[in-house]
T-cell receptor, first 113, second 116 residues
Framework: AQTVTQSQPEMSVQEAETVTLSCTYDTSESNYYLFWYKQPPSRQMILVIRQEAYKQQNATENRFSVNFQKAAKSFSLKISDSQLGDTAMYFCAYSSGTYKYIFGTGTRLKVLA | DTEVTQTPKHLVMGMTNKKSLKCEQHMGHRAMYWYKQKAKKPPELMFVYSYEKLSINESVPSRFSPECPNSSLLNLHLHALQPEDSALYLC???????????????FGDGTRLSIL
């Protein structure tokens, strides 16, 4: 069975600095999809970035980028130039391409002014 | 702006009440989902609809009854709930549930439900 592990329950970072959130997963599939979702206090789960396992290139979206290490089954999220609005719970999620998402337990990130 | 709209934002109900949660999307998505999320936990999948038909029921108690009246709407009917059912209920949608052309799920901002 697939599993997703986020080993950092809470993190904090100073505004304008860079922070990396870690995520590891376990699967026997060769092709799959990985996601980072952000859930601010407003509650909506917002897709931050996605990565397809067959793509070697790491995904980037503005200040957000991932370090995808397929062999190590690692999918970390780097947030550059952190902003107060980045304060949220961040969930890493795995999908083999179907409806089923396997979520990690989340990392609560606080950006400090 | 959220593309998946949920109403109401908050709901307080007694254990004998009947209420409904509503979800609407206009992205042309053919898959819609209900999740339950307890505080500081990840969402847990409850139901999946594909092309307006119930595809997946993750062993959810019958006091939760989903309904998909059309391709844009998804309801969750609630009856005789228990205090442990208090949670955030999230709706999501995606293009399809099959492997081909997989697209991510888009979430609404949820209904916070409290059972007295």
């Amino acid at each position: 069975a697939q599993t997703v592990t986020q080993s950092q329950p809470e993190m904090s970072v100073q505004e304008a600095e860079t922070v990396t959130l870690s995520c590891t997963y376990d699967t026997s599939e060769s092709n799959y999809y990985l996601f980072w979702y952000k859930q601010p206090p407003s509650r909506q789960m917002i897709l931050v970035i996605r990565q397809e396992a067959y793509k070697q290139q790491n995904a980037t979206e503005n200040r957000f980028s991932v370090n995808f290490q397929k062999a190590a089954k690692s999918f970390s999220l780097k947030i550059s130039d952190s902003q107060l609005g980045d304060t949220a719970m961040y969930f890493c999620a795995y999908s083999s391409g179907t409806y089923k998402y396997i979520f990690g337990t989340g990392t609560r990130l606080k950006v400090l002014a | 702006d959220t593309e998946v709209t949920q109403t109401p934002k908050h709901l307080v109900m007694g254990m004998t009440n009947k209420k409904s949660l509503k979800c609407e999307q206009h992205m042309g998505h053919r898959a819609m989902y209900w999740y339950k999320q307890k505080a500081k936990k990840p969402p847990e999948l409850m139901f999946v609809y594909s092309y307006e038909k119930l595809s997946i029921n993750e062993s959810v108690p019958s006091r939760f009854s989903p309904e998909c009246p059309n391709s844009s709407l998804l309801n969750l009917h609630l009856h005789a709930l228990q205090p442990e059912d208090s949670a955030l209920y999230l709706c999501a949608s995606s293009q399809e549930i099959v492997r081909a052309n997989h697209q991510p799920q888009h979430f609404g901002d949820g209904t916070r439900l409290s059972i007295l």
